[in-house]
């Protein structure tokens, strides 16, 4: 009998040892992980510092940046709606052609440039039937910015067709192009931001080809 309690005992005793050792355990594996918390907490902060230096190239702008974009939006937008009037208004398949590819690569610049200056935290000019509405406070019978058409133009624009159209059209391009390359040089100028830099100079390389064009068709070279 005293031989069974004995036995008894030490069973107890064994599984109290047991137990135990399993709470020190625990203490321990709580206490390495308490230990290592911070390098999730250190991740975290390096991912964040992360996002200021990529957020930083982003925000490398200069007024003249913002200066750009605000004023080449418009100017873009009023191009894009003299090359609609094409469609449907020049005779000259060339004209159309060309309009074609004017809308094409403005269009995307419009939400390029309109992206920037969220980004920046500036305005985006507001959209107007002949781009000229979006500059508030402006006066509609003169040109705002180089190569801009008056509003007076554009409805003269609007009321041609067929070689009528085709010849107003290139002139007035012309004059419009050779406005947006003078903007871009002043971008490429006195920009900082790179993007808005590379944009500049792909305006003037492609609208002083442009240029050439429509001169040639209106047989000027």
């Keep these: 009998m005293a031989s069974r309690r004995s036995l008894v005992r030490r069973a107890a005793a064994l599984a109290t040892a047991a137990t135990a050792a399993t709470v020190l355990a625990a203490c321990g594996s709580s206490s390495d992980s308490s230990s290592s918390s911070p390098a999730p907490g250190h991740s975290g902060h390096d991912m964040g510092a ?19 974009a605000q004023g080449m939006i418009p100017h873009h937008r009023q191009a894009v709606a003299m090359a609609d009037m094409a469609a449907s208004r020049a005779k000259s398949q060339q004209v159309k052609d060309l309009a074609a590819k004017i809308e094409k690569a403005q269009d995307p610049e419009i939400d390029t440039m309109s992206g920037w200056l969220k980004a920046w935290g500036a305005k985006v000019p507001g ?86 064009e429509m001169n040639k068709m209106l047989g000027k070279q």
Excluded: C, N, W
């Design 127 to 212: 959209a107007g039937k002949s781009g000229m509405e979006s500059m508030p406070g402006m006066d509609h019978s003169a040109s705002p910015m180089p190569g801009m058409m008056s509003d007076d133009d554009m409805g003269k624009l609007k009321g041609l067709s067929g070689d009528a159209f085709d010849m107003a059209f290139l002139q007035m391009m012309i004059s419009h192009h050779r406005g947006a390359i003078e903007m871009a040089k002043t971008e490429q100028a006195k920009g900082a931001y790179g993007p808005a830099k590379t944009m500049a100079k792909s305006i003037v390389t492609s609208q002083s080809a442009e240029i050439t």
């Design 50 to 68: 992360m996002h200021p230096s990529g957020t930083a190239s982003a925000g490398s702008h200069d007024p003249q940046d913002v200066s750009f």
